[in-house]
């Protein structure tokens, strides 16, 4: 299975980064991951400071720019990890090395979550061979 794994935003993490202690800490968690074979992504996100947001209704879309004041609706950072089970993705991030803070872990749908009419077999291969080829070359 596969979940998402939301770092909630601080107001801390909306202002500076981690210090140098607490980002190696993390480095050697997201090691432990590593070897364990759950992480098929991560990365942080900057402050709201540097991002948009667009917004749509009717038809209508606006753009706004950050920051963004309400700190516990946002997202500092992500992990995207495979694991056994709902119980083993909880085991595993109950051990990240956050003092203050919350993350939420919710599973990501798979193709076979969707009735076989709504899919379209050849148009997902190409759309995943598309995403593979980019991820393996950024720079594209």
């Known amino acids: 299975m596969r979940f998402i794994v939301l770092v909630k935003a601080t107001p801390e993490s909306e ?54 004041t309400e700190s516990k609706e946002l997202v500092a950072g992500y992990w995207i990890i495979q694991a056994e089970s709902k119980e083993d993705a909880i085991a595993w991030m109950s051990r990240a090395p956050f003092e203050n803070g919350q993350i939420e872990i919710r599973p990501l749908f798979e193709m076979s979550d969707f009735p076989s ?24």
């Open 15 to 68: 202002v500076r980064l981690p210090d140098k202690e607490s980002f190696a800490e993390m480095g050697r968690f997201n090691m432990e991951l590593a070897k364990a074979g759950m992480i098929l992504d991560m990365n942080g996100l900057q402050p709201t400071s540097k991002g948009v947001r667009i917004s749509f209704s009717g038809g209508t879309k606006t753009v706004t720019d950050g920051p963004f």
């Open 117 to 140: 009419d709504f899919i379209e077999e050849e148009k997902n291969k190409e759309l995943h061979s598309l995403i593979d080829r980019a991820k393996a070359n950024p720079e594209a």
